[in-house]
């Protein structure tokens, strides 16, 4: 197929995005407005309205912001659940320091990321082994020994 995608999930051929289409897409999957979503990408604010709708009944269009949408959101979920594998070290740390102010907080910023979605590490991966490899990638300084 040339100048033509094979859609997915139906296995219907479509056109590929455009730049713009793309863009608007993006928009939308960040929580824009169809509107401000095509006026962002660049179609004329008089137009933009009916620009959007018309980009909102194409199904790949549709496919792309969902496909956006789900990308955001397991990288959200990603992060969430390194900052409560961060908070579950503070609190171990603070037990064995019998530091109880710090433990409490840990606790309630635990319950706070549990009640966003955060989930636990599981049993085979530690809170270093997550700060080993930020470090690696060079997102935090290497821990001291």
């Not at 033509?4 to 999957?29: E, G, S």
């Not at 169809?34 to 959007?52: F, L, M």
């Not at 309630?108 to 955060?118: Q, V, Y």
Request: proline share 6%; charged share 25%; hydrophobic share 40%.
């Amino acid at each position: 197929m040339s100048d033509l995608a094979v859609h997915r999930l139906d296995q219907v051929p479509v056109a590929p995005l455009t730049p713009r289409q793309r863009l608007f897409c993006a928009r939308i999957a960040g929580g824009a407005s169809g509107t401000e979503a095509a006026r962002q990408a660049g179609y004329a604010g008089s137009t933009a309205p009916q620009q959007a709708s018309r980009l909102l009944r194409q199904p790949h269009v549709r496919q792309e912001i969902e496909r956006l949408r789900q990308d955001a959101g397991q990288a959200s979920q990603a992060a969430l659940d390194r900052m409560l594998s961060k908070v579950e070290r503070v609190f171990a740390d603070a037990v064995r320091q019998h530091q109880c102010a710090a433990a409490l907080h840990a606790v309630s910023m635990e319950a706070e990321l549990r009640r966003d979605g955060a989930r636990s590490l599981p049993d085979n991966v530690s809170p270093a082994d997550l700060w080993d490899d930020l470090s690696a990638e060079g997102a935090v300084s290497p821990r001291l020994p």
